[in-house]
């Protein structure tokens, strides 16, 4: 099996990303920033994974605004801030 050193979701499930975001954001915002129906329209955790794991370019996308997210998470600990996901 290939090293994943270099993956920064290397080890994190899509359950955990997904779980992270809703926190994050809500559904609302989630659908605002992410414009796909598994957020839009009756959004579950469970709903969102099935779509998720049937399509690639949305996963990608997720997986994105994950990565995103914890960066501006960590920048705001950085400069104990608060960090707010609107901005």
């Excluded at 414009?35 to 049937?54: A, G, H, M, V, W």
Aim: proline content about 5%.
């Amino acid at each position: 099996m290939a090293e994943q050193k270099n993956n920064p979701l290397h080890g994190i499930t899509l359950e955990t990303i997904v779980n992270h975001l809703f926190v994050s954001y809500g559904w609302e915002e989630l659908g605002a920033r992410i414009d796909i129906n598994c957020f839009n329209e009756n959004p579950t955790i469970k709903s969102s994974l099935t779509f998720l794991r049937k399509t690639p370019w949305a996963r990608t996308k997720v997986e994105n605004l994950y990565l995103y997210t914890l960066r501006k998470q960590k920048q705001a600990v950085e400069r104990n801030e608060v960090w707010n996901p609107g901005e």
